[in-house]
């Protein structure tokens, strides 16, 4: 299973809004709406942002959100704030019953 | 506190062995899939296997299948992943991972470090 392609960066100035791409196969976004968003930072573990393409755990800002086209999923990070600079992973389920990863993308707030 | 605590990491040589344990507390353990998710240094998130709530599904990633075991005991509320033939390539920290859903993971442990290396 080919990993999920992500954008290497995105950058913003504070206040902007930036959208961070996923893009993957009819292998797994493609047929599943089990797209996933984890947000990391520099020596901590993953945390989960976005789940099943749009939805927000409790506790996560509403500046973010998720959305899907076809085999692509997006992740949208709006009123930009200093502390979502990090790494950035999107995740799908696959038609293999296995889990897939996008390769990351480091957000920078400028 | 829900919480995922992870042990065993450590050095080894090319073609050894370790076994790595996950320890849960905070919520019922044997209602949840559990997954090992690996992250190289410098590198992304890789997904490496997962075990369903009473360990009669398994799935592993092509690159460990054959050389990885997970497995769990739900009376110990713990998540264990055997490593044989270890590679250089091997060497990451290694988290586990809670399933809220197909292919969602909603809480992390801290991860702990394998270093494959003579």
């Known amino acids: 299973q080919s990993a999920l392609t992500q954008p290497a960066s995105v950058s913003g100035s504070p206040g902007q809004s930036i959208t961070i791409s996923c893009t993957g196969t009819s292998n797994d976004i493609g047929?599943?709406?089990?797209?996933?968003?984890?947000?990391?930072?520099?020596?901590?573990?993953?945390?989960?942002?976005?789940?099943?393409?749009?939805?927000?755990?409790?506790?996560?800002?509403?500046?973010?959100?998720?959305?899907?086209?076809?085999?692509?999923?997006?992740?949208?990070?709006?009123?930009?704030?200093?502390?979502?600079?990090?790494?950035?992973?999107?995740?799908?389920?696959?038609?293999?019953?296995?889990?897939?990863?996008g390769g990351g993308t480091k957000v920078t707030v400028l | 506190q829900v919480q995922l605590v992870e042990s065993g990491g450590g050095l080894?040589?090319?073609?050894?062995?370790?076994?790595?344990?996950?320890?849960?507390?905070?919520?019922?353990?044997?209602?949840?899939?559990?997954?090992?998710?690996?992250?190289?240094?410098?590198?992304?998130?890789?997904?490496?296997?997962y075990i369903s709530s009473r360990g009669h599904t398994i799935f592993y990633e092509?690159?460990?299948?054959?050389?990885?075991?997970?497995s769990r005991d739900n009376a110990k509320k713990s998540l264990y992943l055997e490593m044989n033939s270890l590679r250089a390539e091997d060497t990451a920290v290694y988290y586990c991972a809670r399933h809220s859903g197909w292919g969602t993971f909603d809480i992390w442990g801290q991860g702990t470090m394998v270093t494959v290396s003579s």
């Open chain 2, 62 to 70: 092509d690159s460990v299948k054959g050389r990885f075991t997970i």
């Open chain 2, 12 to 49: 080894v040589k090319p073609g050894g062995s370790l076994r790595l344990s996950c320890a849960a507390s905070g919520f019922t353990f044997s209602d949840y899939f559990m997954s090992w998710i690996r992250q190289a240094p410098g590198n992304g998130l890789e997904w490496l296997s």
């Open chain 1, 31 to 101: 047929t599943y709406n089990y797209v996933s968003w984890y947000q990391q930072h520099p020596g901590k573990a993953p945390k989960l942002m976005i789940y099943e393409v749009s939805n927000r755990p409790s506790g996560v800002s509403s500046r973010f959100s998720g959305s899907k086209s076809g085999d692509t999923a997006s992740l949208t990070i709006s009123g930009l704030q200093a502390e979502d600079e990090a790494d950035y992973y999107c995740s799908s389920y696959t038609i293999s019953s296995t889990s897939v990863f």
